[in-house]
């Protein structure tokens, strides 16, 4: 693969990241968020498998592929089949309304940019440049958590998170040694899946609950 | 001590400290407590509430003791004689050692009757 | 101070001024009665009257209230044993009566106060109300006077630079200019309140009052009799001649015997006579003209003695 | 082969757990398999003093001192833990264990989440260990929503989401330190182990490690509980279980601050130690304010034990932020103390949680005149906890104000003690109405049920857990060799 | 030598507390104070040993105390006060072994009693920094953990708990931070080297860490305003702790200034000292005050432990004052009044406890308003009582006299320095003196006048007899020691005089002592309390048989003189209330008391009064005005606090997010 093509390749599959992330933020229905999910996840997918490519790292590709097993299969069929019946519901009333939060995101970005500029110049590489991108969709993953009230939204912004900051961790270092990564991804599904175990189990105790009805523990 | 009196005894009596009669230079003096007297001065028919009293109080008195009754209530109930709210004369509840008569008594015969007493 | 004394003058020294004050205790108090009497216009009892009364009382039969304990019989004797006390040690004749070395300013105002307390518990001891309110009035004000009168002690004593007895009488003999120094006046003055009020005489406290709502220190005698309440009496006429002595000789120091023999004795023994006098008149004129103080005046009385004696030490500090 | 042996002991004793489904004797089991953890920590701390750092599985596993001082940590506390654990299957409904499949399932959790955590201090690599400190985050979140009530759920859900994006970020963080490790020469597949990270720390990019610590304290220290990041903390410590409880801030707090005392190393040496002191002590520092403000109105007890876990933390991390080895080997020293009083504290109040059916502080009344064993026990817990004699914690913390004066901290150490002061009075107060007061009449029926005192063998454990937390406050033989080995290990 | 009977003493009283854990029921009592007594009579004798030989019994290791030593060194001025603990806690220990009251036969205890004891004997022995925080806040949790012996069924004991728990941390914070201020700027924990080194510390260290010093070890002592716990605490702990804890602990905290202060720092400017003086100036004025008009017998006696802490402050505030201005042999001077006076207080206060222990055992109340006629009912127990009454208002022939006369004279021979802080100090520091001597005086009258004498108030009393005779000899000991000080006190002085040489730059210019007699060196001032106790007893003597011989009846037992009224009964009698009115009013501006009058009217008319019921109650202007309303506070701050955490995941998430951005912003 070329220089510029790489780089072209890699800009797109970053960017579709972060796009994916404010759509995510713009969306109201589940059905439709699970599916950019998994288009988020893909596009990780992609950028592993670009940096790999261009690498030459088998086991970059390794991971590329357990990547987007895990985020761009396992992860949406799971919250699919999770969110069941509850799947056609919407987020009807975020705290933060969507044009607020998109608004956020962007004040978000700008704020990723700025930050992450110290870090892209010190990667040094073309792909370095990126990382931004990848701070950009962690910390708009961070907003979702805080702005929406579904738990299968908070789902996603964790997902949102660990997407970015796996994204950051591509372009900087070009992943982690296998093992660990495998162990990372593992993680992460486990993570999901228990939060989606509890989230079920909440419907089933106590019916459809906005998270903000979760107040009965304080001081 | 009044034991029930109309109070005349009691003015004669004080009258013997002013300085018309000056009783004090006889040492006569009146004390606070019967614990500190030498005699008790009664006056008045005895009440039937104040007899309990009136024996209370000569027993506090230490011995030698005299019972001085200060005019004709004391000595015998004078003009209260046989009322209802009387219990007697003096000399019925406690021993009289001395009687004063007068309807209120002079204060000399008091001073006097006293010197005698105390023998000065 | 141990100058030319010998045991024998000093112990004789110390026995005659035990006399005194026993027989010169009721003849002080004689002496104000008729003082009082003579400015009432009446004739009033002789002098000697109080010693009568004395030999009277020991003659008659001794009283104690059926609950109390021995603290009722035994705190006569020890205000009169404190009151001898401080009459055996204290230069009241001369300055260096037997263990007059020990005869500290201090210590003779805590024994006299050893014996006020003794007679609080007397009085307390007898369980009845007059005794309660008797010895809760006197120990307050005690109390209050106590301060007045131990830093008026210090004004006396700075310039001594102690605080025994001997030591200041002979010093300010010494130096009779420091006699009109301002702490001094100022000293006295509290001084005299104190005395006046731990005495138990007007406008403190009316010793011949009848009523016992009003009494001080009257009340806290109330059930004694006999020998018993001869002893109080007793006790009550010396601490006011040693009061008054010491006051004396704090101030006035002249015709104290400094040195032994019959002579200067002789001397110091009229001198003390003519100050007490002199004391005992201006006191009993005093009480002939004003009126009691109400009790809740008083703490401002000795508070202002207080602030006197204070003024006194600063004064001491200033005027060196 | 030893440290292989460490880790693998604990699953054994879930293994047995789970082959036993929950019956008493594999409970058993899991406990010896825990005491058999903590014996081989103690073995493998003497070899450690002895001979030098241990390693094992072809170098992923490593034991220095201050490892195999954590194992010890983790094998005490989990020992305690899974001992009182074995009586939770008999008591049904409070801690929701219905059937032997779920206690069996309790059980193989418990023994997972302490082999996750041996697996997080023995982790020669940074990636290991946080892909273990993950772990435990999942295991314990079935944990904490284990009797599935609402309020369990809620805890669960609020740990796992908060957690995650903590620890998330702590990955960020670790990221960034591989990434100035990839720079620095470091071989990537090592890069991240410590000794490598230590060897290279020197020509870490300044800026960029600067950013890192900041992501790991703000990560890690979600998982230690310290503010702004600390939220879950109450909410998950009071409604999980109490062995939960107990492990979860008996151990697991201090696992994650056992990462951030290992990338505090790595900074000191790259960015000379004036960063991380700094970051420490405002965290530190806020952890206390904000504990001893919440603690003041605490209204339930095992939150108030949440709370006091922050305040220890804050604590900690103000020792870590002195930084030298005396402050080091005091933190080590109130990492142990606290782990095993509060475990005892939290086993305690499950006890009570159980015998009085409630909670809240003004539920519970005259618990020393009503039931002298437990009450007696949660007071003396509370008074090591509140850092009196003869507990460790007492040392300990007088240690580490010592160190903050010593390198200048000593207006943080004034502001520490403050902030003590108020958790103290706060404490005490709440104490006294649940401790003392006549026992008064029985309570009524429904409220409680049968409540015989707990049997020894449950007293035991507990009495033993404070009478060591009082031993290694006043005898200094037996720890302070590894301690000073320890803190040797972080602090130059 | 003295190092090996050091560690026994330590041991023994480890076995005090193991045998209080673990003996069986029956012999637990008897083995723990046993084993008490024999940790005390060691103490004892390293402390004598200690202030005879002067050479130090020092104990050093390492084993103990992780991350850093445990050490001990006791010099001469600690062993005095390890003397007066052992005798206090032999004699409290005595007590224990009759005293049945307040649940102290617990296991819980006996195991702690001993260790609170074995605490207070080793503290003043403790030498370097950690040691001695260790041993003070065993101390202090050992303490509190007794005062709470009878929680259950008094609701005050918890009150007090809290109280005293919360004030005692105050004053730990400020301890620690102070020594280890000092400890880690001059580089060593040990106070040897310290004192060494403290001399080149910069002021305001020094002066801070003194400060802290005063705050912490002023709360232990219960020095006023940081005084609140001590009146509460002191009164609900069982007797024999409360004897300690007046009699023994608060010592402590006058140890301790004179340590950090005179030890540690070897002196300093004379605001440190005037600031000792007032604290003791403010203690004494407002702890014998409320002692005047408590109606209880144990906070009576626990305002008087503040008062006399207050006269033993002055002292060492003038002793510091003169030290600073040069006159040595004057510092000296105060510094063994206060000394001796902290003795005297030990051995008064002891008695005091104990016996007011024994009253409280026999009728049931320490309330002198429920109380009366003891005396007689008493007939030892009461008079153990009374000497300790007299001799803590400073009467002669008494040991509290001597002590508070050589604070009188070094203040007297103070003045005429010429220096101003001296000119202001020390006549206000008479003027305290004696006031509070006069109340002093004032509040054991009544003490002793309410409660022991005259008619018993209530049924209890009136069935009151004398306790076992464990507590009498007990508490009697100590009596004996008010009245053998009080007529010789050369037996104690040479010691003391010892002890306050060990403080360095202090030295007298000869001996204090002639003979029997106290005689101040240099200066003519000298006091016979010998002479004065055999001539009361020789005049007494004679009066008595005076009156013996002129009596011509034998004595008659009548009724009190009631005004011949029927119903002459208790009810008529002065209660400690109206005994302390007249003080009340006088001193109405500071006590602020509150007064509650009940007026019920009889069914058949409104116009007639039933009964009228007057309460009096006083509350600590202290706690009134400044500790509760901080408690008031804190918890409006707790109420705040806790709405910031409402239960959203929400906002906790955007707490992070929030950190997240600044750690971003700020570090990137």
New interface residues.
Partial sequence: MSGSSYFSVLTLAAGTVLVCAVAILWLASIRAVISMVAVQGASLGLVAVVLGVHLHDAGLLAAAAVVVVVKAVVIPVLLGRASGSDSGSRESRP?VNVPASLVASAALIV??FV??R??AH??GTRAGALVPIG?AT??IG??V???R?R?TF?IVG?LM??NG?AL??FL??AG??FL?EL??S??VL??VV??MV??Q??RL??GDVD??E?????? | MDAGSCNGCEIEIASIFSPTYDAERFGIRLEASPRHCDGLLVTGPVTRNMAAPLRKTFDAVPQPRVVVAVGDCARDCGVFRGAYGVEGAVSDVVPVDLEIPGCPPDPAAIVRALRGLAGT | MSTGWSITSMSAISLLQVVLVIVGGPLLLGFMRKVRCRMEGRVGPPVHQPLLDLRKMAGRERTRPEHASWVFPLAPVVLVATTLVVAAVAPLLATDPAFGWSADLFAVVFLLLLGSVSLALGALDTGTAFGGMGASRAMTIGALAEPALLVAILALSVPAHSSNLPTIIIRSLAHPAWLATPERVLALVAFVIVIVAESGRLPVDNPSTHLELTMIHEAMMLEYAGPDLALVKLAESMRLVVLFTLLADLFVPWGIATSPGPWHLAVALASTAGKLVVLGAALAVFEVTVAKLRLFRVPELLAGAFVLATLAVLSTLVVP | MLLMTILVLPLLGGTAVALGRGRTWSAWAAVASNGGALALGIIAAVRVLREGPLSGARGTLRADALSVFMVIVIGAISLLASWLGVRTPARAPEDGHRNPERSAVYGVLVQAFVGFMILAVLAANVGVLWVAVEATTIVTAFLVGFRRTRGSLEASWKYIVICSVGIALAFLGTVFVYLAALHAGGHSAHALDWTSLMAHARHFDPSLMRLAFGLLVLGYGTKVGLAPMHTWLPDAHSQAPAPVSALMSGVLLTVAFYAILRFKAVTDVALGPGFARTLLVIVGLLSLALAASLLIAQRDYKRMLAYSSIEHMGLIALGAAAGIRLAIAAVLLHILGHGLAKSVLFLTSGEILTAEGTSRIDGVRSLVARRPALGGLFGVGLVALLGLPPFSLFTSELVMVRAEFEVGLGWAAVLAMVAMVVVFIAVVGHARHMLLGPAGPPRPAGSSGVTAPPPRWVAAPLIGGLVVCGFIGVFAWPLSGLLTAAARVVAT | MTAALLVATALMGLAGTAAGAIAPVRFRIALSSALTIAACALGFVVGAEVLHSGHAAVVHTTTLMPLASFSLALDRFGALFVVITAVVGICAMIFRFGYDGQGLASRTASSILPLFVTSLLLVPAASNVTTFLFLWELMAITSLLLVLTDHARRSEVQVAGQWYAVMTQLGAAALILGLVLLATRSGSQSFAVIAVRSAHLPAWVRSTAFVLAVVGFGSKAGAVPLHVWLPRAHPEAPGPVSALMSAAMVNLGVYGIVRVGMGLLSGGPAWWWLLVMGLGALSAMFGSLHSATSKDLKRLLAYSTTDNVGLMLLGVGASGLFADTGHRALALLALVAALLHVVFHAVFKGSLFLSASSVHQAAGSTDLDQLGGLLRRMPVSGPIFLVGGLAIAALPPFCGFVSEWLLLQSMLHGLPSGDVAIAVAMPIGVGVLALTGGLTAFTFTKAIGIGLLGLPRTQDAERAGEVGRPMWIGAGLLAVLCLVFGVAPFLVIPSVVDAAGAVPGLHLAGALTRGWNVALPGVPGMLAPGLVAIGLVGFGGLVALGRHLVQQRPVRLTEAWGCGRELQTARMEYTATSFGEPLTRVFEDVLSPARDVDVSHLAESRYYTEAAVIHTTIDDAFERRVYRPADRMLVRWGAVARRVPNGSVHRYLAFGLVALIVVLVVLA
């Avoid at chain 1, 979760?214 to 001081?219: C, F, G, I, N």
């Fill in positions: 705290l704020l990723a930050t992450g110290g870090v010190f990667v701070i962690m910390l961070f907003f958590l805080v702005a009230r738990p908070q964790l998170v660990d900051i950051t961790a900087c270092t982690f040694p660990i162990g990372v593992f993680d486990l993570g228990v939060l509890l989230s189990r909440l105790e106590f998270l903000d979760l107040q009965e523990l304080h001081d």
